[in-house]
């Protein structure tokens, strides 16, 4: 496998809003529009100086990229649409880079959005096989269904496999939620703001044991746009003050483990997690313990638990000893999901890993405002779709005395 792939960076990012679906003013080409330009005007260049597209979304009709991207301009450039279940966003911002590590254009834009309908995830087509199948089907094998929808079913079950194994308890998926939604206090885009107390979280309506409803992550609608470009671009147009790298990037699909080790933590995409993070920190040659800020999909409050194990950050059943030290939120060893995560800032599938570039991007540039991270160089983002695909990524600060 050759070795001589370009750098790439971000250099320009923006975003919508998240809000509950049928509450958004306008239609996916009026979100793509702002979040394209808020990036365009962060980036301070134009769509003209953009060489290929990648949009990703899971709800809506074939072409819809092209739809909502003529909103910024028609510029005959290739437009290619991305669908990857909850990690279609960072799939597209994965195929960006790889165009340009591969040199085969210097700009490339990357968007996400969703138009969404409320209630939980449901399959479109029923008269041919689901993607799903494999999972739900192993899933039921190991815990009958209980008249839950699917993914709290499944997601809820990793939590009492782990509670049962590791001696985790309900109150430190609790505590995950709690402080994703007191960090989206300070999050301008996020869906929710309010503050709930640790009782507030445990005593929602529960979903799933050990899940209460906010604990899980809501439908959205939104919209985000990441401009990537290559060293050379970013010399030409005196970007480096707002560069972030993004130095290393895993995309990996399920693994015979997912399935054969008869495990709901294997289910819910743990393998997928670990060899992404693992191929992704060692492309950028930063260990996990460099990190300083981590934005991880939170779809419900046990996968941040078990991702913590995955990504390292804990060893294999110790990630609620995190939780019990409150190591992941500000004064801790790790600012994890400053923006409110999934949980609070809500979740457009095709937005979400958008979303998670643009945090990670302020927060490296030092303008994420009064949810900032003291200090922060490293950070690594974390999204995953089951069916499945996990994607890795992982950022550097800019460089302005280059």
């Known amino acids: 496998m050759t070795t001589n792939r370009q750098r790439t960076f971000v250099v320009g990012v923006g975003m919508t809003r998240f809000a509950k679906p049928g509450t958004k003013e306008g239609d996916y080409p009026d979100w793509v529009r702002e979040a394209g330009e808020a990036a365009l005007h962060d980036a301070r260049i134009r769509y003209a100086d953009v060489e290929q597209a990648f949009a990703g979304y899971c709800y809506g009709d074939s072409t819809s990229g092209q739809r909502a991207l003529y909103e910024l301009g028609m510029t005959g450039i290739p437009v290619i649409n991305v669908n990857n ?4 966003g960072s799939s597209a911002l994965y195929l960006a880079r790889q165009a340009i590590r591969g040199g085969m254009v210097d700009c490339a834009l990357a968007v996400g ?32 269904a209980e008249g839950v929808p699917p993914m709290p079913h499944i997601f809820g079950n990793a ?41 507030d979280i445990q005593a929602s309506a529960t979903i799933h044991p050990p899940l209460t409803k906010l604990q ?4 959205s609608d939104g919209a985000g746009a990441a401009l990537l470009a290559s060293e050379r671009f970013v010399d030409e147009h005196d970007l480096w003050d707002r560069a972030v790298e993004l130095a290393g990037q895993a995309l990996v699909t399920d693994l015979p483990s997912t399935f054969d080790e008869r495990s709901s ?63 992941t939120t500000y004064g801790g060893k790790v600012v994890v999901n400053p923006s409110g995560g999934l949980i609070s800032k809500g979740h457009p599938l095709g937005a979400t890993g958008i979303a998670q570039c643009a945090e990670l991007t302020w927060q490296l540039r030092g303008e994420a405002g009064n949810r900032q991270v003291k200090g922060a160089r490293t950070a690594l983002q974390h999204n995953i779709g089951l069916g499945g695909a996990a994607v890795v990524g992982v950022y550097r600060a800019p460089t302005p005395s280059r």
Request: net charge negative.
């Open 85 to 88: 279940n909850c990690s279609t």
């Open 216 to 219: 899980c992550s809501p439908t």
């Open 265 to 327: 933590i294997k289910l819910i995409g743990f393998d997928l997690t670990r060899q992404a993070a693992t191929h992704a920190l060692d492309e950028a040659q930063v260990g996990v313990d460099d990190l300083d800020v981590i934005e991880l999909h939170d779809c419900f409050s046990v996968n941040e638990v078990i991702t913590y194990e995955a990504l390292g950050l804990a060893a294999d059943g110790e990630g609620h000893l995190l939780v019990d030290d409150e190591a």
């Open 113 to 144: 959005f969703e138009r969404m309908r409320r209630g939980s995830l449901t399959l479109n087509w029923e008269d041919r096989a689901s993607p799903m199948d494999r999972l739900l089907s192993t899933m039921h094998q190991l815990r009958p």
């Open 159 to 199: 939590g009492l496999e782990h509670m049962q194994r590791y001696g985790s308890q309900p109150h430190h998926f609790a505590w995950i939620a709690h402080k994703n939604h007191q960090h989206s206090v300070d999050n301008p885009y996020a869906q929710f703001r309010d503050r709930y107390t640790l009782d």
